[in-house]
């Protein structure tokens, strides 16, 4: 069976005081991959006598022991140095870890600041000019994703609604048939993004045949003018030599004027 470091390379999340709840989610996922993520988020308590233990809550204590030691190890390498500095005094991975989550998540009346701020974000956010379908889900779902690593519960439902207000007049049709059809409760977000983007989709192909069409006409047009332009010029070209081949007609080759008009008029 392969060890879990040859499972998981050395790629550890660096965080930051900006990026907090993005890089905490994946510092709880690498946690989680090498089995410490209980003991980080629950901790555990020493015993008052272990001597008075038995064989088996020794082995238990040795365990969850070394992977309390164990932790620390993982979550000093996503810190730079003055972080570290931060967490270098606790005794516990557990209590590392509050460290971290109280000074850059913020007490609870920060908190709920910043949670006033996501919700007013959510209720005004609306679909960009000429943006997909899938960048705008991204935008609505970043917000939501803040939300929740606050502690706010965001309901799919609620999502859903959302989307559906503040999409752009196009998609009208396809969001009266959504209404009408499904039952939003129990749509998932995902099960709405395919929605919009089949249509998205659709919209897009008939964007583009009737601009093939009118270029065929303005071909067509252009080609018939031609054809009109060229057929006048020949026309032209044909009458200016028969009216040249006219002049004078019945006098000999090479009669002067004077001579031809004394010869008809009898001088």
């Known amino acids: 069976m392969a060890s879990t470091s040859n499972l998981f390379p050395l790629q550890y999340p660096r965080l930051t005081k900006e990026n907090y709840g993005n890089r905490a989610s994946r510092m709880k996922a690498l946690l989680g991959a090498y089995s410490v993520w209980e003991v980080v988020n629950n901790g555990y308590d020493e015993p008052d006598d272990e001597v008075t233990m038995n064989q088996n809550r020794r082995n238990a204590l040795e365990k969850i022991r070394s992977k309390d030691q164990h932790a620390p190890s ?63 889900f991204t935008r609505v779902l970043a917000i ?94 044909y009458q200016d030599r028969g009216r040249g081949r006219g002049h004078f007609h019945g006098r000999g080759h090479g009669q002067s004027i004077g001579e031809f008009a004394r010869k008809e008029g009898g001088y």
């Open 74 to 136: 993982i979550i000093y390498q996503c810190l730079d140095d003055s972080m570290f500095e931060k967490v270098s005094n606790a005794s516990t991975s557990k209590e590392a870890w509050e460290i971290l989550r109280n000074t850059h998540q913020g007490v609870q009346k920060v908190q709920k600041i910043r949670l006033q701020t996501l919700r007013g974000e959510f209720e005004v956010i609306c679909v960009k000019e000429s943006e997909s379908i899938s960048d705008y």
């Open 144 to 237: 939501m994703n803040q939300m929740k690593r606050i502690g706010k519960e965001v309901l799919d439902v609620r999502v859903v609604e959302k989307i559906l207000r503040s999409l752009d007049k196009k998609f009208n049709h396809i969001v009266v048939a959504i209404e009408e059809s499904k039952d939003l409760d129990a749509m998932t977000i995902d099960e709405l993004m395919g929605s919009l983007q089949a249509h998205e989709e659709r919209l897009g192909r008939n964007k583009h045949e009737p601009v093939e069409e009118v270029l065929q006409t303005r071909l067509s047009i252009r080609d018939e003018k031609e054809q009109i332009r060229e057929s006048v010029q020949a026309r032209s070209t």
